[in-house]
C-alpha cells in the first residue's frame, strides 16, 4: 500500500485502498492490473462513510473487474521470469552468484530463490540504468546528483528539482531500450521539470523513436508488478 493510503474492507471482506487527493473532483475506483488491489480514490472533504457506500454501490462492476485481473507470478524454481525482454528459467545450481546461462537464470543451490533473483535484478537495473543517465546527462550537458531505486507501483521513474533520480528496479525486466526510454524521460526533466512541448522534444532529441518504447511500457509495463519476489 503507498505511503498514506488507508484501507477500508466492503461488506464480503473485500480490501479497498483508500487515498486522498486534493486535486480530484469526484470518487473514483480502479483495478489496476498490477494486482496492488481495488482502489478509491475521494477528494479531501468526502466522508469516509460516503467512499464505503460508494464502492459498495459498484460491487458488480468490482466482481468482475477483479475476475479479469492476470495471476500474479511467483518467482519460484521453473518459472521463467523476464529479464530485459526475454524469458529465463530461474534454475538452482551449483554456483555462488546468480548467472545467466543460456536461457536459464542460475540461482545458488541453497538461497531463497525469489529474494536472491530480486536482489540480483536490483543489481542488474542499478548497472544499466547508471550507465543510460551518464550517457544522457553527458549529452544533456547537465549533470544529475544521485540515483535511487524504489519498487514503485505509480511510476517508472522521477526526477527531483536537485537533480535527484529515482527509478523502479523493475526497469531491468523490460527490454534494454524501454529501460533507456524511461532513463531519457528522467534526464530530460533536468532541463524541463514539466511535460511541456519542449521537454518531448528534448526527450525525442535524447533519444529519437522514443515513441514505441513508450508504448510498450504502456502496454505491458503491468505485467512486471505482477511477479512477487518473496517466498
Known sequence: MASGDQQIILEDGLPVRLRRSARARRMTL???RDGSGVLLTLPSHVPVDVGRAFAESRRGWLDQAVARLPARQVAV??????V???GLVLTPAQVRQPQVQDDRLLIP????????AAAWLKHLALVRLRAACDRFSAALGRPYSAIAL???RSRWGSCTQDGRLMFSWRLAMAPALVLDYVAAHEVAHLAHMDHSIRFWRQ????????ASHRAWLRAHGADLMLWQFRD
Not at 543451490?109 to 536472491?116: E, I, N, S, Y
Not at 526527450?203 to 522514443?210: A, D, K, R, T, Y
Open 150 to 152: 524504489r519498487d514503485t
Open 109 to 116: 543451490q541453497g538461497r531463497p530463490m525469489g529474494p536472491t
Open 30 to 32: 480502479r483495478v489496476p
Open 84 to 86: 530485459e525482454g526475454r
Open 77 to 82: 524454481a521453473g518459472a521463467r521470469l523476464p
Open 203 to 210: 526527450v525525442e532529441s535524447l533519444m529519437p523513436g522514443h
